[in-house]
DNA sequence: GTCTGAATTGCAAATGAGTCGCAAGTGCAA
DNA sequence: TTGCACTTGCGACTCATTTGCAATTCAGAC
């Protein structure tokens, strides 16, 4: 997804403290990571990138945890059993929401789709339309490369 | 979704014979429950339901394994983190297939949404378009109940 | 700039779903 | 009816995630 340039570190501290966190070094390694990824991580993909820099695999599923309770990120398990983190959109909208996934089956890619992708038709049961009450789409299949 | 009224023991046996498994005891019952389960059902669900028949845990899990490696059965994660088992359309066409599933964010419930309810935009990318690589569709949100 | 309380971290131990090994039991084809 | 491969039951085990807690580090107040 489209990225509005490589955030500095001011401006991931002041997200971090907009959501009333402290801007500790491991959570701002998280919080980078997240922003760099281009699509959803697993915690296992974190805890391995960020070890070397000598983050305990507790502290990076605290600091997963804390920013999905604070709105930052989002946590989904993409069908595959493992929880994926992503980052939401953030003020200036610089990140990207609301888009499917697809997971692939076969080799466990995960991508997002663009928005519009996929239709929900409008159902009238209850007040509020089916469209309006789902707050994420997902799709497994192959994938182009597995086809 | 609809049924094809119950299954007799004749029916469910020979299920499991066509695809090559022993019809035994809590194969039988595990395959009854998944016929009567109107939704995906989870392991804990089964194992809590058949644990007073006395079919162990184990054996459960394995019956849904068997059961899904021999093509009667679905093995989903439906975004929450918890195996889901659904039956596939058996020959007869009695089950249901390729329907989109509805996870509630809030209270867990899972619905199984008609078929057509969603619709995938064909993008024009690769040999195959995206819908004909899709092999299941999950929507999260707030059910009506908890909306 | 220093101090202080509260938030965080690191480590180790606990939890829990799901799996595996193996001896005993059972379905089914001959 | 019989033999054997398939299954079961049970306990042990794995591995991701969580939790307890003492030590450390932020961030606002002085």
Redesign the interface.
Known sequence: MARAGKPSLDDLKTRLRDADLRATAPRLAVLRFLYEAPTPVSHAELADKLAPEGWDRATVYRNLNDLTDAGIARK??????V?RFELLKDTDGSHTDAHPH?VC?ECGEVSC?PE??????S?R????R?KE????????????RC?
Chains 1, 2 share one sequence.
């Open positions: 989904t398990d993409l069908g595959d059993h929880w697809f089956d789709l519009g992708t996929v239709e929900i038709k159902t049961n209850g007040p509020l089916l009450r789902v707050s994420e789409i997902q799709l497994k299949g192959r994938c182009e086809n």
